[in-house]
Structure formats: structure tokens, C-alpha cells
């Protein structure tokens, strides 16, 4: 296979990411065929795919929007993939055109592509790093150097956790951020779960198999266990809810109340 001029030299180009499967779900254009070809094998067991993945990108756009609105203007994205139109810094930026950004991935395509797209701008910049390590993403120079850790931080994690096992304390994950980040910071996530809305759940189990056969062992939550993940964290309005239900805006993608979903969503604050 060709390897594209923009994919690094270090990448198995042979093998499916996760960021890249995202890609392609939401029209993006950095995937490779074999990403292509396990999420043509998702959308045949799980044809629902890319409108859930497009209800979790109206959920990130409705969350940054909460934030700025909120006052917060510094957002770090983990597990940010690779960008496509309606990326955090993007809508973070409307509210309020001084608006910092890091975006975070362990993917190197994800991580490269962002910053051939970001190169040059002072305000916003990427960093390849593991969610499990919040001490190392909050001291790193990308970090240190474009956000303000003595103000407010939106912290945003969508459909990232689902990748964190329990032996890994994603509870405690947040709660070392939430320690680390002032009074004011803000938490959004969206998460998978095992259970669905508008769609039959056996969709979402033979997907979720073939899935974990091929890419990734994911671990799928119930809603009181996203609950949990916020222990610590002042949810706000309406707490957490079915993806497409956290603050529904009529421009988001078709009618809210048919969105296919298989996940949960909230938004909470560090008193």
C-alpha cells in the first residue's frame, strides 16, 4: 500500500485506529483502507454509526459553547483525534476569538495532522499523550505554554473512557485533574454505553464484538456509572443524560428525539 505524504514514517499504516475510524464515520479524509475497511464492517452490524458519531460531535460543539459561555476560555481536548470541521478551537473561538487550546492524542496520525493544520497559530497547539497520565500532560511545555493553569480549564473527554478499563481508576484520572486545575474548571464527557436509545441493542453488541476483535477492548458503562466518573465535580443542568438529550439545539442533526444512541453525557464544574 502507498503511504500517504502526510502520514509519519512510524505509523502502521496496516493497522485500524481508533481516531482514524472516527475520521472516516464523520467525512473526514485521513484514513487509511484499513480503517475504512473495519468501519464498513461496523456500518453493516451497526448502521447507526455516523449519525452517533455526528451526535457526540453536536454534544462537544454544545459543551464548549456551555463553557465559554461560562466564562471559561482555556479547553484541553483529550482524545481529541484527527480534525474535522467543528473542532474544539473552532467553536471555542466564536464565543471568544482569544480562546486557547491543546488538543491530546496517543495516535501519531492524529497528533501529526493537527499540527500541519495548526502550524503557526500561538494559541492552539497538540500534544501525543496517554490520558492515564494527567500529571505528564498538565507539565508538559505544550500545556505550560498555551494555557493559564491559575484560570479556569475545560477539560474535554468525548467518548474517550470507554477505553479506560477499571483497573486503570478513570475516576481517579479526573479526580488528579480536578485537584490539579483552579475552582471554575469545567469536566465534559461523553461516554459509550451498553445499553441503547432508538436503535436495537444487538446492533450495538455485534458492533461492539467485532470491534474489540479487530481495534480496541472497550469497557461500556451505565449511566450511574458515568455518574461516578463526576465524583468530586458539581454537575451542572440537566447532569447526565442520553447524548443527544444534553441540552438539544434544533440546528444539531435532525430531530433530536430520533437520534440513534448508545451513550451518555455530561458537563460538571470544580467548586
Known sequence: ME?????????DIEQPSISRIWDWFLDGSHNF?????????MLRLMPEGPRMAQASRAFLRRAVRMCAAAGVT?????????PTVGNVHEI????DPQARVVYVDTDPVAVS????MLDGDPTTTVLRADLRAPEDILASPEVRD?????RPVAVMLIMILHFIHDEDDPAGVLARFRDA??????LAVAHGSPNTEGMPDEHLHRTREMYEKSVAQVRLRTRPEVEDLFDGWQLVEPGVVWIPDWRPDPTDAGPESRTPNAGYAGVAVKL
Do not use: C, N
Open 146 to 150: 498555551t494555557l493559564d493553569l491559575d
Open 92 to 95: 471555542a473561538r466564536a464565543a
Open 3 to 11: 503511504r500517504p505524504s502526510w502520514a509519519p514514517p512510524d505509523v
Open 181 to 186: 486545575l483552579p475552582a471554575g474548571s469545567m
Open 33 to 41: 483502507a484499513v480503517d475504512r475497511e473495519v468501519a464498513k464492517q
Open 74 to 82: 482555556q479547553f484541553l481536548d483529550i482524545g481529541s483525534g484527527i
Open 113 to 116: 495532522h493537527t499540527r500541519q
